[in-house]
């Protein structure tokens, strides 16, 4: 069967176990995971999903738990389903928040395998539904279609919040300047009225300042001059 065989052999005759390994030096390797279970994100990090939600499983607020990620998209999301007896009355998100920053820290996690953020599932993942296999794993194409959508919508959501964190303050600043500006211009006036000519002109003159924010503005006989206060 050549078809089959060119599926299970590479070009070099080397048998394709599907297996992902990291070489830690020479002829060291480190089993990371299945082909199927590693992400690579787009700065170029791989990452072992499986083993991660393994180890946020550990949270009592944690039922379920499907990391979601992208090689376009330079960090991880997840879909957690929780559990409501550990949760019980207090805030869903925010404990579990809390409690995937200190797994993350016990475990030594790299920062990059921390979900930004997650969707609350309240169904859980269940064979009846198509997201767990027969033996209880996840079923991660179904998974990734069943919450595509959602979790495309919340990367686009926080790209444009950062974007417009980026924004403000170039914002800020060009209202900072054109203020600034004004405020000069203002002060040449009320100099070139004020300060005139005759005895201690000159004394006058250097003597002249504007504070501005944090800033010294030396109004001399060649102009203003920005100093720190």
């Known amino acids: 069967h050549p078809e089959l065989s060119a599926?299970?052999?590479?070009?070099?005759g080397f048998y394709k176990t599907g297996d992902v390994m990291a070489e830690i030096g020479p002829d060291h390797l480190v089993y990371l995971d299945r082909r199927n279970n590693v992400i690579k994100l787009s700065q170029g990090e791989f990452v072992a999903v499986s083993n991660l939600e393994?180890?946020?499983?550990?949270?009592?607020?944690?039922?379920?738990?499907?990391?979601?990620?992208s090689s376009d998209q330079p960090f991880l999301l997840a879909v957690i389903v929780p559990n409501a007896d550990?949760?019980?009355?207090?805030?869903?998100?925010?404990?579990?928040?809390?409690?995937?920053?200190?797994?993350?820290?016990?475990?030594?996690?790299?920062?990059?395998?921390?979900p930004r953020d997650f969707l609350?599932?309240?169904?859980?993942?269940?064979?009846?539904?198509?997201?767990?296999?027969?033996?209880?794993?996840?079923?991660?194409?179904?998974?990734?279609?069943?919450?595509?959508?959602r979790l495309d919508a919340?990367?686009?959501?926080?790209?444009?919040?950062?974007?417009?964190?980026?924004?403000?303050?170039?914002?800020?600043?060009?209202?900072?300047?054109?203020?600034?500006?004004?405020?000069?211009?203002?002060c040449r006036i009320g100099r070139a009225r004020q300060v005139g000519h005759g005895p201690g002109a000159e004394a006058r003159q250097r003597l002249a300042r504007l504070h501005i924010g944090r800033q010294e503005i030396d109004i001399g006989?060649?102009?203003?001059?920005l100093g720190g206060v």
């Open 7 to 12: 599926d299970i052999f590479d070009a070099d």
């Open 154 to 186: 919340m990367y686009a959501e926080i790209a444009a919040g950062q974007a417009l964190a980026h924004a403000e303050p170039v914002i800020a600043v060009a209202g900072r300047a054109v203020a600034l500006e004004h405020r000069l211009a203002a």
């Open 86 to 114: 550990g949760v019980g009355d207090g805030d869903a998100r925010s404990l579990i928040t809390n409690s995937l920053q200190q797994i993350a820290a016990e475990a030594h996690v790299n920062p990059y395998e921390i």
């Open 54 to 69: 393994a180890t946020y499983s550990t949270s009592p607020y944690i039922r379920q738990i499907f990391i979601y990620g």
């Open 221 to 225: 006989d060649d102009g203003p001059h």
């Open 120 to 149: 609350l599932e309240s169904e859980p993942f269940t064979r009846d539904n198509g997201l767990l296999s027969g033996v209880g794993k996840l079923l991660r194409p179904a998974l990734k279609k069943h919450y595509q959508d």
